[in-house]
């Protein structure tokens, strides 16, 4: 069966000044590589989850992906069609099929428009004209647990929480096959976090939709997501089902992104490993393994050779770039406890080995 969703070797890039600035200071290469290769496929009704510290390229795959950023190369194809090289308004019957949960919500909702039209903007924007706009409002705020009300209120009278109901609810206006949830707890109170949470998880299964969903919470990652990629400089360093990173992480950012998840529970024992220092500037990429001015295992060989993705024959759909992969059992290294967030209850039983091949590669 095809994915639904396919991303190969796909680069971004950035110019990071204009072209007579860069010829009055001789820069010769005034980009930055935000996304460096990144290779993904996402199967229908599947979750994946982008995990990486802030600027390292996830808002950008996101954005590519639904045509807001092009790409300098790579593919990307939709329900077997190559969508990247398409202008916008051939993308378009596809870019219906998909939708974003914008990173600020409130910032994206227009504040001039009242919830009954943002709402059914999308109807609009893809010229659905003959649509009952009241009936679809009141449909659409239903599903996201709203009274019909607030139909006629402008996005400054809505709470943190209900702006990403409202987020929600136009993402599902069109009944997407994707929804790509950028960061879609940032910024919430736990428990507002995990109505949110709760809230995506029921529709999804509702609905059957895919999910994308960028977020730095691992707790959110790991109770949501089939599977998950962690990022780091633009390019994926692992790649696998969630429940085997979680319990056997191979890559050291990895393994101190997982301890250093904040941990709800006072009483809870961490050994914490901190990542060390600032992520490097895309200007300056460290040579060989990128990752090795930070990382605590880096020997001689991590700063002069490019790691090339690699994975163990009991998991091939597990891989990570790393010369020296972790071998350890995380417990015996850190002790890690599950956030108790309400949402748990709800959407541990989502949590399911994937059920696909190999089927996300590092590049
Ligand atoms: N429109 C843009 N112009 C120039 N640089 C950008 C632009 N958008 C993102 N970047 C840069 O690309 C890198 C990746 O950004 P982003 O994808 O937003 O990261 P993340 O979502 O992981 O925080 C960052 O260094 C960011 O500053
Ligand atoms: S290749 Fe070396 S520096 Fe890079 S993550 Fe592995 S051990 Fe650390
Ligand atoms: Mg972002």
Avoid: W
Wanted: charged share 25%; with cysteine; net charge positive.
């Amino acid at each position: 069966m095809n994915p639904l969703l396919r991303v190969k070797d796909l680069h971004v890039r950035f110019r990071t000044m204009g072209p007579l600035k860069a010829l009055a200071t001789g820069t010769k290469d005034p980009f930055i590589d935000a996304v460096c290769g990144v290779s993904f496929e996402i199967r229908k009704g599947e979750t994946l989850a982008l995990v990486g510290e802030s600027g390292s390229g996830k808002s950008t795959i996101a954005r590519t992906i639904i045509g807001l950023q092009r790409a300098v190369s790579g593919s990307i194809t939709f329900d077997g069609q190559e969508i990247e090289d398409l202008s916008r308004t051939e993308r378009k019957p596809y870019l219906r099929r998909m939708a974003m949960m914008f990173q600020d919500p409130l910032g994206s909702l227009s504040p001039r428009l009242t919830v009954q039209s943002l709402l059914t903007e999308p109807f609009r924007i893809h010229g659905l004209k003959d649509c009952d706009v009241g009936g679809e409002a009141k449909r659409l705020l239903r599903m996201v647990g709203l009274p019909a009300d607030f139909a006629r209120r402008y996005p400054h009278q809505l709470s943190g929480g209900q702006a990403r109901r409202i987020g929600i609810a136009r993402a599902l206006a069109l009944n997407p096959d994707l929804i790509i949830a950028d960061e879609p707890t940032a910024g919430l109170d736990v428990s507002v976090q995990g109505e949110v949470l709760n809230l995506l998880a029921r529709l999804q299964d509702e609905l059957g939709m895919a999910v994308l969903i960028i977020t730095h919470n691992l707790n959110v990652v790991r109770h949501m997501a089939d599977r998950m990629a962690i990022m780091y400089l633009g390019r994926f360093v692992e790649v696998g089902s969630t429940e085997r990173i979680f319990d056997q992480p191979r890559h050291p950012y990895t393994e101190a992104l997982l301890a250093a998840n904040p941990e709800p529970d006072p009483d809870a024992v961490l050994n914490r490993i901190e990542v060390r220092g600032e992520m490097p500037s895309l200007l300056r990429r460290p040579s060989g393994c990128e990752f090795h001015t930070r990382c605590r295992y880096a020997q001689d060989i991590c700063g002069r050779v490019f790691p090339e993705p690699s994975s163990t024959p009991d998991d091939t759909e597990h891989s990570f770039r790393c010369h020296l992969p972790l071998e350890r059992d995380p417990a015996t290294l850190f002790e890690r406890r599950l956030s108790p967030v309400d949402f748990t209850s709800r959407i541990t039983s989502r949590h399911r080995p994937s059920a696909s091949p190999r089927s996300v590669a590092p590049k």
